[in-house]
């Protein structure tokens, strides 16, 4: 009963911080095994179960991501250049399709921030504790990620005119 009503929803958010539905899958996995064997923790006095479950799930994607560290690129803010664009979010014109396809298309590091800024609401303070960098990082990997973002879209759409 509890997946069927969350399963969708849980897999959703393992959708935006995996590149592969097989890694999705193995993440909502290991997210089930923590949600049911955490669930007598679990008080409603302090929130949802719908809002618990979600950032167990939030936290097991980012566990998973830093087990495969490798595939991470968070660039240090040091070394990122900075453009300053409008703050027109092109994202809002895509289907949430169209969106996953960027996002999972995204290097590691930056769908990741990306989806923890934009999809999950966290602040940058947040995410540079969560992922123990700085908060200048996590808003350069938030910039780089809506630059590349905006490329693709631009490059999709001269692709389609032409």
Known sequence: MIYQTYGPQWMSICRRYQ?????????????????????????????????????????????????????????????????????????????????LRIVQSLPKGYSTIFNLYVVEGYTHKEIAEILHISIGTSKSQLHKAKVLIRKTIKDASNYQVA
């Open 19 to 99: 590149k592969s539905r097989g890694d999705a899958e193995d993440v909502l996995q290991e997210s089930l095994v923590k949600i049911f064997s955490k669930l007598k923790s679990f008080d409603t006095k302090r929130g949802s179960f719908s809002s618990w479950s979600n950032t167990v799930v939030i936290n097991e994607n980012l566990m998973a991501i830093r087990k495969s560290k490798s595939d991470v690129d968070i660039v240090n803010i040091d070394t990122a250049s900075l453009e300053f664009y409008s703050e027109k979010d092109v994202v809002f014109d895509l289907s949430t399709d169209q969106l």
